[in-house]
């Protein structure tokens, strides 16, 4: 399918990578709106991408070796144990996993998207109006344009899924991921290629290094855990938000803080607990699942699609490989109705699965967790097994293998 215009709602990884997925598809006239207009490189998380789905996006052209990284080999499962410092571990498992940080992998991503694409900041797009042949998409100053075929990459609040697919929303798993990072990496264990994972009575903290962008490193953490009842809180987290740096409550930081100081080896409590609060954030846990990924002209790619929880640690893989399945599509229809429909095909039962087990994962890892410190090396392996055996080629821990698809 050659010629035609094109726009991408949402200019982030998932929005990047469809972006360059259309033109190397043979879109004519691609636009990539974004509502921030601040640069997104600035959103500085790390991101977690398994080494053997990084083989297979590099060969399909989507991420590159030049992407600052730092390798991670092994993960460490450990509990508080009295005043041990690191605690005891109770379970290790291979992690392939290379780590990225989240604005250095966008910033990547969007020197890929060629010239030729017009890459807008700063415009909002507040309608989504299909007809029998394209979209007409408003923007939030008032004006509008109509584009053959508009592309969903505007993250779980998706404007365009409420127009394709009106009330599916993301639905609020129960718990929040706090984040967090810190300089604090001058002594990390295994010389840093460890992942580590805190556990407690209902929840974990995954904690990595990420590269700084300046050749340096800095420590990555995401504390999962119910939040406490408190007033004001929980419509804020019903309604899928997150709260941004310096706008949690002095309430639900401080639950946070306690529970590291009581549950956290002391060694990883300090550094939790180091990390400045005004910069720590959240980011309330949800699912989220669609009928279809496309509708008439209209198609979804990465969050806006499907919302997998973070412990399968595949999110950005998901949104990298939607634009790979767009662009087979794109090379190989010869309508817009066939590679809408060919795009569907792929990844629709990929983001089911990958909502499946990621759901089973939280199960296990939050809602409702294990006594950890009965737990050794064989009991950790069962409980990990029980969690992955419904799996399928399709889900997958860090994403499903393209290969053979
Ligand atoms: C706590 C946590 C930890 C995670 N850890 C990992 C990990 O280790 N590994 C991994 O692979 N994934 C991880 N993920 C998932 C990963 O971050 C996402 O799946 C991935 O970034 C896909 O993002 P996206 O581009 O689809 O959406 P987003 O990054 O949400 O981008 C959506 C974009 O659309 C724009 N937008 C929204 N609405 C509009 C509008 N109306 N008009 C114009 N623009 C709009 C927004 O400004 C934004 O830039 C994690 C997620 C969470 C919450």
New binding site residues.
């Given amino acids: 399918m050659r010629g035609g215009s094109v726009a991408v709602?949402?200019?982030?990884?998932?929005?990047c990578a469809a972006a360059l997925a259309a033109s190397r598809g043979g879109a004519e006239r691609i636009t990539v709106?974004?509502?921030?207009d601040a640069r997104?490189r600035d959103r500085g998380v790390?991101?977690?991408?398994h080494s053997d789905r990084y083989d297979e996006l590099r060969d399909a052209g989507y991420v590159a070796p030049e992407m600052p990284w730092a390798p991670l080999t092994r993960r460490v499962w450990s509990v508080r144990d009295g005043e041990a410092d690191h605690g005891r571990a109770i379970g290790e498992q291979p992690f392939p996993f290379r780590a990225y940080s989240w604005g250095s992998l966008w910033s990547e991503l969007r020197r890929r998207v060629p010239e030729r694409v017009s890459y807008r900041s700063g415009?909002?797009?507040?309608g989504v109006e299909p007809d029998a042949e394209g979209v007409t998409l408003r923007l939030a100053d008032g004006h509008q344009e109509r584009f053959d075929v508009v592309i969903g990459?505007?993250?779980?609040?998706?404007?365009v899924r409420e127009a394709m697919f009106p009330g599916a929303d993301a639905s609020y798993a129960g718990y929040v991921?706090w984040?967090g990072t810190s300089p604090d990496v001058a002594d990390l264990p295994a010389d840093g290629n460890d992942a580590h994972n805190i556990v407690f009575p209902g929840g974990h903290c995954m904690i990595y290094r990420i590269p700084d962008g300046a050749g340096g490193h800095r420590l990555n953490w995401?504390l999962y855990t119910a939040p406490p009842q408190v007033d004001g809180l929980h419509p804020d987290l019903r309604t899928p938000t997150s709260l941004p740096p310096g706008r949690l409550n002095s309430e639900l930081t401080g639950h946070l803080r306690a529970l590291v100081a009581e549950h956290f080896p002391p060694y990883w409590a300090a550094r939790v607990l180091r990390t400045p609060a005004e910069t720590t954030f959240i980011?309330p846990?949800y699912d989220l699942e669609v009928p279809h990924y496309t509708s008439g002209r209209m198609a979804l790619?990465?969050?806006?699609a499907s919302v997998a929880r973070?412990h399968i640690?595949?999110?950005?893989?998901?949104?990298l490989q939607d634009a790979t399945a767009l662009e087979a599509a794109w090379v190989a229809g010869d309508s817009w109705e066939e590679v809408l429909a060919n795009y569907d095909a792929r990844r629709g039962p990929v983001g089911a699965a990958m909502v499946a087990l990621a759901r089973r994962m939280g199960d296990a890892q939050v809602e409702n967790t294990p006594d950890w410190s009965a737990m050794d090396q064989a009991a950790f392996d069962g409980w990990w097994q029980e969690q992955n055996s419904g799996s399928d080629r399709r889900s997958g821990f860090g994403g499903h293998s393209m290969k053979g698809r």
């Fill in positions: 709602v949402g200019g982030s990884i998932a929005g709106l974004e509502r921030a997104l790390g991101i977690a991408l415009a909002v797009v507040t990459a505007d993250g779980y609040r998706s404007v991921g984040r995401v980011q846990i790619v990465g969050d806006a973070p640690g595949g999110g950005s893989v998901k949104a």
